[in-house]
């Protein structure tokens, strides 16, 4: 579908799949900002679409931006700046993520998911 895709892993990776990253190309959608994307999508009843919070560049993450109280002389170096690492900046900013279920109703909620962001995507002027 336009604008909504689900990464391409290489075949030796083993992903955790606590949840379905799917990349989101605002281009693809005449410029649709992710946020209006997802809170369409919540309105459509796909409340579990989430943005990635806590998942992101090490630089950008606060931990690493506002070392406070980490091992003596960590804070007193200079680390990466958030902005050395673009495409991990726009792999955050371009990724939604689904959960992943595991019960016998699997199936209904995965094709109920499918069927609100395909909605979104393929209605997405209205939205602009």
Same mark, same amino acid.
């Given at each position: 579908?336009? =604008?909504? !895709? ?5 075949? #030796? ?5 606590? *949840? &379905? ?9 005449? =410029? &649709? ?9 919540? /309105?459509?009843?796909?409340?579990? +679409? ?16 506002? $070392?406070?109280?980490?091992? #003596? =002389?960590? *804070?007193? +170096? ?9 495409? /991990?900046?726009? %792999? ?6 689904? $959960? ?8 209904? &909620? *995965? ?6 962001? +395909?909605? %979104?995507?393929?209605? !997405?002027?209205?939205? &602009?």
């Amino acid at each position: 579908m336009p =604008g909504v !895709h689900v990464p391409k892993l290489d075949d #030796r990776a083993r992903p955790p799949w606590y *949840a &379905l990253p799917l990349r989101y190309d605002r281009d693809a959608l005449d =410029g &649709l900002p992710l946020d209006q994307f997802v809170t369409a999508v919540h /309105a459509e009843g796909a409340r579990e +679409t989430d943005l990635p919070g806590s998942t992101r560049s090490t630089a950008d993450h606060p931990l690493f931006q506002r $070392p406070g109280a980490l091992p #003596r =002389g960590y *804070a007193d +170096t200079d680390g990466a700046a958030a902005e050395d690492y673009p495409a /991990a900046r726009l %792999v955050h900013s371009s990724t939604m993520k689904l $959960p992943v279920w595991h019960s016998e109703q699997d199936p209904t &909620l *995965a094709n109920a998911y499918v069927t609100a962001i +395909t909605k %979104v995507a393929l209605n !997405h002027k209205v939205l &602009l």
